[in-house]
């Protein structure tokens, strides 16, 4: 089979490997699409990162370099191993690609197994991935969807529990208003969990393009231009002068932080939800004068269940989100180079391992 490997900053290949067995208690997986992720383009440009140092292997995949990439992917599966007896072949499926130590409690009431000692992610550390054209995963990590969800939206479903489990550490509820700062992928599917839950969501955004793709999906009702209006200002019209209820950085950068401690209104609560390279210059007067309760958020804990209900009930439409569909051999030329050289104009690009549906 084929399957896209990260051998190095700058060096992905597409090789030809061997399936990968099923043992007991996996599942495989025929790979029908895998989204490109940002934290794919960073090990690219300045990785490793997520994936293993040069001579390395990570402490629970056991795998060194070269890994397969891909973590945000949907499919089909083709045959489960002994012991797995609540799936079945030709059924749909989408991972929750964790890699987690076999002693962390991972079972439905674990709030924190995604912060647990070298937790690491399959498509990045080992352990097949979504850019090969099957993958053998732990049922644990299977989550069967309904028929009635395209496969190419379920391949989203991954970066939506992100922006779900972000709106859960918020707290954010029906009738709150939400600002977003940011409307990369993250911040559009976080805006879609928002709307999905009653909430007025407010977006800032200096791309047109990405302001107009908001606005189009129907995840913000207002989509705001911090080059052009003063966004903190835009929020307290919309609450009476109050100020927004929650605040979502999705964006890393210190200008979008600073305009969401201005926007929120006392007692608000600011969510990090951006993966941040470098320090940040912080005025902490602010949060302390307004009491800002500043909270983190990484991946997801227990969220595909109730994720992959918002978007079999329809309450969710992931359509919008997909703007590129391509085949492996395309993913560095067109894919990565789009999403690195002109990444206004996509959200998310999905690759079919296999060309099929190309
Ligand atoms: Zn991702």
Redesign the pocket.
């Known amino acids: 089979m084929k399957a896209a490997r990260y051998y190095d900053r700058g060096d992905i290949r597409v090789d030809e490997l061997p399936e990968p067995e099923v043992l007991p208690g996996t599942v495989g997986i025929n790979v029908a699409w895998c ?1 490109i ?4 383009l960073h090990e690219y440009l300045e990785g490793p990162i997520f994936a293993p140092g040069h001579g390395q292997t990570h402490p629970i995949s056991g795998e060194g370099l070269p890994v397969t990439l891909g ?2 992917f949907s499919g089909v599966v083709y045959a489960v191993g002994e012991g797995v007896e609540d799936l079945e072949v030709g059924q749909h499926v989408v991972v929750e690609p964790y890699i987690i130590r076999d002693d962390v409690d991972t079972g439905p009431d674990s709030r924190d197994y995604h912060l647990s000692p070298d937790m690491n992610f399959i498509g990045l550390a080992g352990r097949g991935g979504g850019l090969g054209e099957k993958v053998v995963v732990q049922r644990r990590w299977v989550h069967p969807i309904d028929n009635s969800v395209p496969l190419d939206q379920a391949a989203l479903i ?2 939506l529990s ?1 922006g779900y489990h972000a709106v859960e550490r918020s707290g954010a509820k029906a009738g709150d208003v939400a600002l977003v700062g940011g409307a990369g992928p993250i911040g559009l599917l976080t805006a879609a969990v928002l709307k999905a839950q009653g909430v007025t969501v407010a977006i800032s955004e200096l791309s047109p393009l990405r302001r107009e793709k908001a606005l189009e999906a129907g995840v913000a009702d207002y989509a705001l231009d911090p080059s052009q209006v003063d966004v903190a200002e835009e929020v307290r019209k919309i609450t009476d002068g109050k100020g927004a209820d929650v605040a979502f950085e999705c964006s890393s950068v210190q200008a979008v932080l600073d305009t969401l401690m201005d926007a929120l209104r006392p007692t608000g609560v600011l969510v990090v939800v951006s993966i941040w390279g470098k320090r940040s210059d912080f005025d902490i007067h602010k949060l302390v004068m307004k009491e800002i309760d500043m909270r983190g958020t990484i991946a997801y804990v227990n969220s595909h269940p109730a994720t992959i209900e918002l978007v079999e009930s329809g309450k969710i439409d992931l359509s919008p989100f997909i703007t590129g569909k391509i085949g492996l051999e395309g993913l560095v030329d067109e894919g990565f180079d789009t999403l690195i050289n002109r990444n206004e104009t996509a959200v998310k690009i999905l690759v079919s391992p296999s060309g099929e549906g190309l």
């Open positions: 989204g992720c940002g934290t794919d973590h945000e991954e970066p992100v």
